[in-house]
């Protein structure tokens, strides 16, 4: 199921009475019968305008406070969307503001979108709006300020009463909520909303128990949960004297042995292909640097949960040997990411080496050694970032 988003509106009208102040009128010139002209506005005598109402004396001499409501837009909201020149399902979903599964929901013809189907997006493609979204809000128009109108000769009335205050609607929206299906585990809900595992049991303390199967708890079919928001960007790159710059050579011994047991040229050729994770995750563990990050359902996960925990440097410029580096969700790669490793050395061309598994086609297959530029053309993107395992 797909996040459901449902704005609360409420509505407090506030009504402002002016009281009549009692005028002095002078009396009537003695020996005559003409009557006394009305008096006219003074000069300091204040009057604001109200829309679409008669106008009113204010005689206070205090302003009323006119609130008025901001426009809002009542056009309606597109209800497909058209695919585009470097759209990924998970770049969409982004753009629509719902999660992955629920745009896969919604379109259950469109393979490209991920979840194992292994098919791709097209320039062109139309895919079904998930109900509830707003996609590309224009910016709400700016709240016109009141304006003082031209004072005008009062009228007989005794009592002047300010239009209604108007609020404006209440806009916050509850937190996005995932339902549990049949089925569903702490690593399937993971995968299918692309949020690490750690930041789905921070989001819901009230189903750690259930989602973890510990203390004879378990979570069931149509369990509301609260889906986490996206993590921060990384940062730029490590600062000087950080631990993250030290050097794993550990992690790189690791992963020539790994490619020794499982390269093109071994017995077990395809033991990680398309299990990128897997391996990087098992090298961590033979370099005796296991770290928890790798431990999620995808690269795509680990990814956010390196960037949730403040772990991810966007710049390779001083990228240490060992370095775990990550891709982004892509066509290309099913949406679930890519990770390799840094092997600590460059092409005479300055490309830096990466140790990685395969499985790209049935060229490319087993853990090889592989030139930064030409993963980036496989991934179709840039490394979104690294991170040192601990």
């Avoid at 003695?30 to 204040?46: F, G, I, K, S």
């Avoid at 209440?170 to 996005?176: K, L, V």
């Avoid at 966007?314 to 982004?328: D, K, Y």
């Amino acid at each position: 199921m797909g996040s459901t988003i449902q704005p609360n509106f409420g509505a407090n009208a506030s009504r402002t009475t002016f009281k009549p102040v009692a005028a002095t009128v002078p009396p009537p010139a003695a020996n005559t019968t003409t009557p006394a002209a009305p008096r006219l506005a003074a000069a300091t005598d204040t009057f604001v305008s109200q829309p679409v109402r008669k106008q009113g004396v204010n005689l206070t001499g205090e302003p009323p406070v006119v609130t008025v409501m901001p426009a809002v837009d009542v056009s309606p909201k597109p209800t497909t969307y058209t695919v585009k020149d470097g759209d990924t399902g998970y770049g969409i979903a982004h753009k629509l503001g719902v999660s992955l599964e629920a745009l896969r929901n919604a379109n259950p013809q469109a393979g490209g979108l991920g979840g194992g189907s292994g098919g791709f997006l097209n320039i062109g493609d139309t895919l079904n709006v998930p109900s509830g979204t707003t996609p590309s809000q224009a910016a709400p128009a700016p709240i016109p300020s009141a304006t003082v109108a031209t004072p005008v000769v009062p009228q007989t009335t005794t009592e002047a009463t300010a239009a209604p205050a108007v609020v404006a609607p209440d806009t916050a929206a509850p937190s996005a909520q995932y339902t549990i299906v049949d089925g569903d585990n702490l690593d399937l809900i993971a995968q299918k909303l692309g949020v690490s595992k750690q930041a789905l049991l921070d989001e819901n303390p009230q189903a750690a128990d259930g989602l973890l199967r510990q203390n004879n708890q378990f979570i069931h079919p149509n369990q509301k949960l609260s889906i986490p928001g996206p993590p921060p960007p990384p940062l730029a790159e490590a600062p000087a004297g950080s631990p993250d710059l030290a050097p794993a050579p550990a992690m790189v011994t690791a992963a020539e042995e790994m490619e020794a047991a499982y390269g093109a040229d071994s017995a077990d050729p395809t033991h990680y292909d398309w299990k990128c994770l897997k391996f990087v995750a098992q090298t961590a563990v033979n370099a005796g640097q296991g770290d928890p990050i790798l431990d999620q359902p995808s690269a795509a996960t680990a990814l956010y949960e390196a960037q949730r925990q403040g772990r991810l440097y966007a710049s390779t410029a001083n990228m240490p040997e060992g370095a775990v580096v990550f891709w982004p969700a892509t066509d290309n790669n099913g949406d679930d990411g890519h990770v390799a490793i840094y092997t600590g050395r460059n092409t005479e061309d300055g490309d830096p080496i990466m140790l990685t598994s395969t499985g790209f086609n049935s060229k490319t297959s087993g853990v090889r050694e592989m030139p930064l530029s030409e993963l980036n053309r496989m991934e179709a993107a840039e490394p979104s970032g690294w991170m040192m395992p601990r």
